[in-house]
């Protein structure tokens, strides 16, 4: 049986690939930062006390990897505080003696932004994992930065409530780290942004300054709106040490179809399956992903107990083991009956006009929870499968997929004889270990195609291929160069490509108004000038 | 019959009173900024050409006066552009000169923002009101910052969307000022704040600079979110020119109750109506709104055609002539049936258990209409019975009506024997012309009330009786003294009230960053330094 979500980073990686290709190279050390002295690791042990501090390099070293395996840096400490008012102390220290800090919540990101890139002091919100309150008559519940996505989620159903969020990370993603990379995931399309569901935070600044903003009021419009300049900023603004998050009452009734489709264009276009969902299921649309082919097969393969809903040649209609395209909608509202009743007429109307090839409901929340496993599970599986080229990206709906045909064509023709002898591109039901995959799956309804590109290793030359490439490619047709991950170290550099100099020259101006000696979250985000 | 909408800013109020009261005088004016010249005219003249700037002083004088009749500047010239390349053509003059310019919409608000304080150059919108582009695929809708709210709803529903936000003004407000001070309103409930549903922005800077965040992209992660900063600045950092928004598809089956409770507590307490609704009708609840008596009463006799909608003399339940409090539950969702089966449910256990004293269900949209233009109708309603006292807090949900009363018995006791000889607070059915009204109504849901106190003139004795006096019992309940309208000339020396003086000197250095002259909308969001 799959378990629906992935496991956090204490799980290890089978292949130890460490990148030494050309966009991971690490930026130069600013030397205007402090190296780490004994006396530091005093002064952290006299406010943290015992446990506090983490020195042991074995202790250290997760702390300094990413989940994909892919950005290393070499942090010799850990610290690990309990409450705001440690923090606080904490950072007032890093600041006086200009040490560079990382913040690092579940350390789940995508984009490289929660480890070091050199010798940063991380500040992990690991221990402060308190809820701080549940108001019922609103549904604000307020907690620790570190409190993990999928133990608030629990505590809001106990409340008849739900988050606003989830992703595949939940059970391991801190709430902290969700809103500093401004996380997305599969509830956005009926839930909106974060950016609407924040209702407030706790920030430490980089001298220490406690920034109130901990509102649980549904509005407030009193100045600017400060908090949103934190949500998103990925650490660099400050350290998130509290959250008070909207949650929508928790629907009773969740139904769930997996279809399959006989082109991207049949799930988008004018009156395709996305339209006709959202005008014949409105309010009680939840979710809307897609999968391509290729990202089924790389999760069957790769992810244990992974099953294929569809299974084409145990059906009557076996032309769906070819499907190139697999849709995962969602709906969530009061009545089980009314549910079935808008489902099953989305259902005749879809697959009757031929928009849907074959579809299945699932019959109990064990089916529907495997179905998103295999769905929530493909970045998993493709961690497993080896070295992941990540790229977040949105478009309008109708263009978001032409950036995964695109690739396959650009790396089919740079390997034709394939990539260190394995097939270049991918297709359906063959893959080599040595064989290049290039997979395309997301929140269709949102206009987000993670397109991701599964080599055997990280390698320059591939890499040299596909950046800038595919970021001018998105910068053509209008996109964004990243839709959820935030840009981290990895797209640091490429902000030009979705943002115009205007916007970057007051992006700095709001890092030295808020950090002055630039020593939260050093490299990230913003370009070196 | 009723018009749902309220008029604009060309319709006069038939009482002219201007204010002399302690807290509507204006701070001195900034010498730093330039005198209006003769040369400054010509230079907007060749920019604007032909009926581009208004100089003739009675056609000048509706936008130096606010909608209430509170506030009133004395600027001499009003700009009117077509073009963003105008609008920063305007503001690079302005800014080279240092003129103080007040960006103005549909000139609705209700705290002085949009008008000047002393002699500012009026920058209206009032001519850029094109719809840019509609994307049927995601429900983004573009459009020029001066475009009314109401005629974007329209084109929103010819094409199957909505509009996610809707207010009383929307005949007359422009989406660029609506974004601008962070409208709520009575779709807040359902589908968010702004900060979550604008897509995109184009604003000029102070400086003229052009600074294009028009994305119509639902995920964008590229950097801090400098979108939501112009959202709710009241055009203290830059002139909003353009907005793209997401448009939620339109629900073909709304229907509306009217009920009367028993008591505030009865409304929302933990097992009150607000929580059945949440529970009962979930996803498809679209508002919950409260008035109480004296506000319908109110309504009744300033609105012409106005119907209570519950006549207790004419029903078999009498008392509910006496109900204290209202609401109207709207729900919108796919279908009429699965709609009328489950208000009725929601009735029925409501009114069983005595929550509920009477309701009516609309009939038909004309009687959902007129409900409507009763709650929406009451602040023009009380501009008619003469000068206003308006106070736009937020609550805990449970909290949020206990300032109401207080404010009835604080100015009952300053005035036992009334005020200029009437009555003093209110009763219901009692209303003579010297009378002071303390009426009390709202966005339940939201935890959202509208405490006014209408007075036969403004007056600085009863200014001061209520001022410091709301904000301090507003912060003593932890509540917020602006939830939607904003701080604007009226509350920026309060700010303080509800924000902490770290985030009012964050607040500063962005308002320096931007604007470092401070020639956009000054003395207005942020107090005196």
């Not at 839930?191 to 920034?211: D, F, N």
């Not at 294929?308 to 083991?321: F, H």
């Not at 009545?335 to 808008?342: F, I, L, P, R």
């Not at 902000?495 to 101006?509: D, H, Q």
Request: glycine share 12%; net charge negative; proline share 5%.
């Amino acid at each position: 049986m799959l378990t629906r979500r992935v496991a956090g980073p204490a799980q290890q990686v089978g292949l130890a690939i460490w990148a030494r290709a050309a966009g991971t190279l690490a930026p130069p050390r600013n030397t205007e930062f402090a190296l780490l002295q004994d006396s530091d690791l005093a002064v952290f042990d006299s406010i943290l006390g015992s446990g506090g501090v983490i020195t042991d390099p074995h202790e250290v070293d997760p702390y300094n990897r990413d989940w994909m395996g892919k950005y290393r840096g070499r942090g010799r400490c850990v610290l690990r505080p309990r409450s705001t008012a440690q923090v606080s102390a904490l950072l007032r220290h890093c600041s006086a003696r200009r040490l560079a800090v990382v913040p690092q919540g579940g350390n789940t990101g995508l984009v490289g932004g929660s480890v070091p890139v050199h010798d940063e002091v991380v500040l992990s919100t690991g221990l402060m994992t308190t809820l701080l309150g549940f108001d019922p008559g609103s549904g604000a519940l307020t907690a620790q930065a570190g409190a993990v996505l999928a133990t608030l989620e629990a505590a809001a159903r106990e409340r008849g409530h739900a988050m606003p969020l989830d992703l595949g990370a939940s059970g391991s993603c801190a709430i902290g780290g969700n809103v500093a990379t401004n996380a997305g995931g599969i509830r956005l399309l009926r839930h909106g942004p974060l950016h609407g569901s924040v209702l407030g935070l706790e920030v430490v600044l980089a001298g220490g300054q406690v920034l109130d903003l901990l509102s649980s009021l549904r509005k407030d419009n009193t100045g600017y709106d400060l908090k949103q300049l934190f949500i998103g900023s990925e650490g660099t603004l400050g350290v998130i040490t509290a959250v008070a998050i909207q949650c929508p009452a928790a629907s009773p009734a969740t139904s769930l179809a997996y279809l399959a489709v006989p082109s991207f264009k049949a799930a988008q276009q004018a009156h395709g399956v996305l339209q006709a969902a959202r005008q014949n299921l409105g309010e009680l649309l939840s979710a809307f992903e897609f999968l391509d082919r290729e990202s089924l097969e790389v999760a069957k393969q790769f992810l244990p107990g992974a099953r294929d809903p569809l299974p084409g040649s145990d059906t009557v209609i076996p032309y769906t083991a070819q499907a190139p395209f697999f849709l995962v909608v969602e709906i969530a509202g009061s009545s089980e009956q009314h549910n079935a009743a808008m489902l099953e007429a989305f259902l005749e109307s879809t697959m009757g006009e031929g928009r849907v090839l074959d579809g299945v409901v699932a019959q109990d929340s064990r089916q529907a929870g495997e179905i998103w496993a295999l769905r929530e599970g493909i970045t998993e599986a493709l961690r497993h499968r080896g070295a992941i080229y990540k790229y977040d990206l949105s478009f309008r709906v109708e263009e978001m997929y032409g950036v995964v045909g695109a690739a396959r064509e650009r790396l089919a023709s740079a390997y034709p004889s394939g990539f260190l002898g394995g097939g270049a591109g991918s297709t359906a039901g063959s893959d080599t270990e040595h064989a290049l995959k290039v997979v395309g799956y997301g929140h269709l309804g949102d206009g987000n195609v993670h397109l991701n590109i599964s080599a055997p290793r990280y390698d320059a030359g591939l890499e040299a291929l596909i950046e800038p490439w595919v970021y001018e490619f998105t910068a053509a047709h209008s996109g964004s160069i990243s839709a959820e991950h935030g840009l981290g170290r990895m797209k640091a550099p490429c902000i030009g490509y979705s943002k115009p100099p205007e916007a970057v020259r007051l992006m700095r101006s709001i890092k030295a108004a808020f950090d002055p000696q630039g020593i939260l979250n050093p490299y990230k985000v913003l370009p070196p000038e």
